[in-house]
């Protein structure tokens, strides 16, 4: 069973526009952490925003938020005033409960494209 | 600069080679993990290591192998028995294994391996 589940393949934004990038997941361990990396063209996985389950806030990082919604078992990525450098391919991944450690599972991953 | 530097960042080989992905890391990290990445899908876990000398498999460590002699260095080689080898490889480190609130893992920029 899929544990990260991105369902969109791709998303369009016009600079300067915000713009939420969703994840669902699967757990039933009440103790997990939720990590949001940006890919870009050259390949490499850059950490951008992390929640912990017990994290009584949101996330955020500079213009970077994570809106966690723990009960709807949703952690989307909301980037705010969009930069043509955002452009990438931004993955969810949950740190894998029961492996024991720091064991990361991955979705497929959400294109995005920002546009002048 | 401290970070993970993997090398080559391409690779061509011959059916039957076997190959060595390089993965040095100074940012003192005790774990390090190596992932593979196919088209149009999230990351997989080849294998991990905890600490020196010490290393296990992952998700998908059928036809690689792996060494962890010193602490800043885990090269991965794919050998002929891997049956699909072409894809990009990422290496990451964390400070160490253990399943701990905000303990993240970080990447290197990837090699790009293509089987001819």
């Known amino acids: 069973a899929q544990k990260i589940t991105q369902t969109q393949p791709g998303m369009f934004v016009q600079e300067k526009e915000a713009v939420t990038l969703d994840c669902t997941y699967d757990?039933?361990?009440?103790?997990?952490?939720l990590f949001w990396y940006k890919q870009p063209s050259s390949g490499e996985m850059i950490f951008l925003i992390y929640?912990?389950?017990?994290?009584?806030q949101n996330a955020t990082e500079g213009r970077y938020s994570l809106n966690f919604q723990k009960a709807r078992k949703s952690a989307n990525l909301v980037i705010s005033a969009s930069q043509l450098g955002d452009s990438a391919m931004y993955f969810c991944a949950m740190r894998e409960p029961f492996s024991g450690f720091q064991k990361l599972v991955f979705g497929t991953g959400t294109r995005l494209l920002v546009s002048p | 600069d401290g970070g993970i530097t993997q090398s080559p960042k391409y690779l061509f080989r011959k059916e039957g080679q076997n190959v060595t992905l390089s993965c040095e890391q100074n940012l003192n990290h005790d774990a390090m993990y190596w992932y593979r990445q196919d088209p149009g899908q999230g990351l997989r876990l080849i294998y991990y290591s905890q600490i020196v000398n010490d290393f296990q498999k992952g998700d998908i460590a059928e036809g690689y192998s792996v060494s962890r002699e010193k602490k800043e260095s885990f090269p991965l080689t794919v050998t002929s028995a891997q049956k699909n080898p072409t894809a990009f490889y990422l290496c990451a480190s964390s400070i160490d294994a253990a399943v701990s609130s905000g303990n993240t893992i970080y990447f290197g920029e990837g090699s790009w391996l293509t089987v001819v």
């Open positions: 929640q912990g389950s017990y994290d009584q």
């Open positions: 757990t039933s361990d009440p103790s997990y952490g």
